[in-house]
């Protein structure tokens, strides 16, 4: 596996359900981010990790839970979600998160989430 | 605030040459970005500039104005393949934030 990898591809869940998204980096990045794309909405940043830490969480409702056990992996649980919750959740991962260097982040392929 | 405005929606004929406007407004500033998605994938980098001016790289470019808080990225010859959307992000403080724009769906036509 190459890049950044995200499983599962598509999810549909119930507002009582909970789950987890995957992520995971195979680039030696020490930085990792969720975002979510909603249609008709810029992409909008949940939460940034540098080196397992949290550094930003963008005032995301604790039905949303990420879980950075190590620098390769990134996890975000979910439970009691919205129908407005329903969008694609993409990973991504950088370098790092700060200035020095070549900071771009490398995009997983999302999860597509739906909330019935 | 916080605002990154482009335009929503672009068209341009195949081979010519398209320029997409991006101006900013943000507390901070550590670069700006550009990414191409096409539809139903993942956003993939194009190019980031951090000083004022031009950045050419193959068939695109992006410039940065600082002072105006203004980028554009143009894209020569175009191809069927580029039909996608463009973002532009700016990067607002040290630990990684982005923030992107809306996005320009750009549709080549033959």
């Known amino acids: 596996e190459t890049g950044v990898t995200q499983t599962p591809r598509h999810l549909v869940m119930g507002m009582t359900n909970k789950k987890s998204l995957k992520c995971e980096q195979h680039?030696?990045?020490?930085?990792m981010y969720w975002y979510k794309q909603s249609a008709k909405k810029p992409l909008e940043l949940m939460f940034v990790y540098s080196l397992e830490e949290r550094v930003e969480n963008n005032s995301v409702p604790s039905r949303f839970s990420p879980e950075c056990p190590n620098s390769s992996h990134l996890f975000l649980h979910l439970h009691t979600l919205q129908p407005e919750d329903s969008a694609l959740y993409l990973c991504?991962?950088?370098?790092?998160?700060?200035?020095?260097?070549?900071?771009?982040?490398?995009f997983g392929p999302g999860t597509r989430l739906t909330v019935t | 605030g916080q605002n990154i405005d482009q335009p929503t929606e672009m068209t341009a004929t195949e081979g010519a040459i398209v320029q997409i406007n991006c101006t900013y407004q943000t507390s901070g500033f550590n670069g700006l970005f550009w990414y191409q998605q096409h539809a139903g994938e993942a956003p993939t980098f194009l190019s980031y500039n951090v000083l004022d001016g031009l950045e050419e790289k193959g068939r695109f470019s992006s410039f940065l104005s600082r002072s105006k808080g203004y980028s554009y990225l143009l894209l020569k010859e175009l191809q069927m393949k580029d039909s996608a959307s463009y973002l532009c992000?700016?990067?607002?403080?040290?630990?990684?934030?982005?923030?992107f724009g809306q996005g320009t769906t750009l549709q080549v036509k033959p």
């Open positions: 991504a991962s950088s370098q790092d998160s700060g200035t020095s260097g070549s900071h771009e982040q490398y």
């Open positions: 680039l030696g990045h020490n930085a």
């Open positions: 992000a700016v990067s607002s403080s040290n630990t990684g934030k982005l923030i």
